[in-house]
């Protein structure tokens, strides 16, 4: 029986399409931005997000410390959201590679930041205190359940961020779900905001790369970041083929991650010993806590594991569950069906 691997989205694989585009692709030294494929492929991202010009880098994590290094000085600092992936998932890359100083805040549970708390962080001229450069959002927000931030709550977050003279950086790893959701063009998610940051390699199944958009003249900075940390790719239309595809045809396929993530959610919700909220389920994120307290969690996965059934831990009684691509129906029956099995042993 194959696992069912609910871990992340980022275990997808590629599609047929994707290896058939990866086989026949036209390559070139991308260093001399001379590969027509990852050419087309930056020329795409910024059509679809809005944004003058694109740079394709290995990964959402190189994503956000380039458009954090292209934006910030040492010492200078970024405001972010307490529950943010850039601040509790990216090795803190933006003080050790940067000199950048994170200040956070609360995140509610809807993946917002109070505008009144943002405006409260921005600090004022003094020689006590750090500048303040960019304030970081996330779409969809992947501690908060998957939340999608609404054009509204970004356009106010630009307004406030312009009226301070900050820039806004957008980890939008997964903002094609968001615009899924909220049935909204992914350019309206981005207006405003200096640069974002967009993984391939979750829901749209591409194996390798994000692409991070802005002006020309940001992207012109981020390249040479990017040279700087590593991330000057030669070949990389390798790359950048299944990255296409993935644009072109996994986008409005995510909606049925969507209804899945629902479906798992509400089955999970009748099952005692566990906890979920399916209504906070927009996308393809949920989170579940273990709160009958007869098993470990340790023990708790590998029970699961042993049912067929992966799922992540990203902290204390809580566990993660993403569907994706290879998750149909028939798997989200059967993973509720493993957990009833699991709690009720
Ligand atoms: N997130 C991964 C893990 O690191 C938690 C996952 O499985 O969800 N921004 C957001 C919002 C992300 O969720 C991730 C990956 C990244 C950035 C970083 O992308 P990668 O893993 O490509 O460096």
Known sequence: MPIIDLRSDTVTLPTPAMREAIFHADLGDDVFAEDLTVNSLEAMAAERLGMEAALLVVSGTMGNITCVLAHCARGEEVILGDSSHIFLNEAGGMSALGGVFPHTIPNLPDGTMRLEDIAAAVRGENIHFPH???????????????????????????????????????????????????GKDARELTRGVDSVNVCLSKGLSAPVGSVICGSKEFIGRARRIRKMLGGGMRQAGIIAAAGIVALENMVDRLAEDHKNARRLAEGISGIPGLSTEP???????LYIDLTDRRFSDEEFMTRLEKQGVRLSHPGPSRFRMLTHQGIGVQQIDAAIAALRAVMQA
């Open 132 to 182: 303040t450069r960019l304030v970081c959002l996330e779409n969809t927000h992947n501690r908060c359940y998957g939340a999608a931030l609404t054009p509204e709550y970004t356009a106010a977050v630009v307004f406030l961020a312009k009226k301070r003279g900050i820039s806004v950086h957008l980890d939008g790893a997964r903002i094609f779900n968001a615009a899924v959701a909220l």
């Open 279 to 285: 209504d906070r389920v927009r996308t393809n994120i």
